[in-house]
């Protein structure tokens, strides 16, 4: 496991982004994964460990959160500037086309960049996240953006992060305080979360009064792509996952039982599903689309 960073510029300024990579850093197959909306890029370690052998895999800490700087200016915050930071991180490294995983935000920046031309994604796992995006879900995750007190100590941060963050779902004690490790920072009087509150301003600045509609992105893309749903998930409803599957890249979806938005891909059974749909057919990478659906019937670890 290596620790850089990457300088990236925004309208207001340079920035650094922070990555973790895992892997031969010579290795030209390059899996690169990008978490949620107030996650960072540890929250792949078990994925990464497991795909290290066949990729080099590149954790990003998207821009605000982890070790990457906060922004001065919190409107800048927004997948335009993410969008672009990818880019330039792929420019860093070196390769003219990745494989992506992204979970919630981290997939919707893989769709906007999958559904450019020429682009550089050329297989495509969305966890939990898809072209319609519910106002309902949106609410609920803002209502916990940029809120979290200051803990006294590990142990309360950890039960606020099972809390806020239930429907991951019946995560092990062990996965929760992986979770909770990577997602705090010590300061005077306990821990804060390792994201800037800001992120919260433009959720605050710009609610959302309907239904986020991103289905001409993704009508774009062309690549072979996976869908990951949490069965219970409130952020990608059932139907938009099955109509996934039949139009644009028409994904193979995969539904966990028992679990919310988002699945984190710490187990076993999950990680076999990225790593059997990333590592087999590689001649779908030409960009022949495959629809399958499927459901895992086994509950999580």
């Known amino acids: 496991m290596r620790q850089r960073s990457v300088q990236c510029v925004s309208a207001h300024g340079l920035h650094h982004m922070a990555y973790t990579e895992w892997g ?4 030209p197959k390059v899996l690169m994964c990008v978490h949620g909306l107030t996650r ?16 080099r895999v590149v954790c990003p800490d998207v821009v605000g959160r982890g070790r990457s700087d906060w922004l001065p200016v919190k409107e800048d915050y927004g997948f335009p500037l993410y969008v ?21 935000m981290g997939g919707l920046i893989g769709m906007l ?12 796992v969305l966890n939990d996240v898809g072209p319609m995006i519910t106002v309902a879900s949106i609410r609920r995750i803002a209502e916990y953006v940029g809120t979290a ?37 010590p300061v005077d ?20 009064i309907a239904n986020v509609d991103l289905w001409s992105t ?7 792509t996976l869908l990951i ?7 990608l409803l059932h139907e938009t996952a099955a109509e996934m599957a039949t139009r644009g890249p028409r994904a193979r979806l995969v539904e966990i039982p028992g679990v919310g938005h988002a699945p984190m891909l710490l187990d076993d059974t999950q990680i076999s599903i990225v790593r059997d749909f990333l590592l087999t057919h590689p001649e779908a990478d030409r960009g022949v689309p495959a629809a399958m659906t499927s459901r895992m019937d086994a509950e999580p670890v």
């Open 40 to 55: 960072n890029g540890r929250d792949f370690d078990f994925l990464a460990r497991a795909l290290a052998s066949d990729y």
């Open 24 to 27: 031969d850093p010579h290795n």
């Open 113 to 124: 960049i999958a559904a450019l031309p020429n682009s550089p994604i050329s297989r495509l």
């Open 84 to 104: 672009a930071d990818m880019i330039t991180l792929i420019a860093r490294l070196d390769v003219e086309h990745v494989h992506w995983v992204g979970t919630s």
């Open 218 to 224: 993704y009508d774009a893309i062309s690549c072979p």
């Open 149 to 185: 007190p200051t803990f006294p100590d590990k142990d309360a941060a950890m039960a606020y992060i099972r809390e806020v963050s239930a429907p991951f779902g019946p995560l092990t004690d062990a996965q929760w305080r992986h979770l909770t490790e990577y997602a705090i920072r």
């Open 229 to 235: 749903r949490g069965a219970d998930s409130d952020l």
């Open 189 to 208: 009087g306990g821990y804060v979360m390792i994201y800037d509150p800001g992120l919260a301003e433009p959720f605050r600045q710009t609610p959302l």
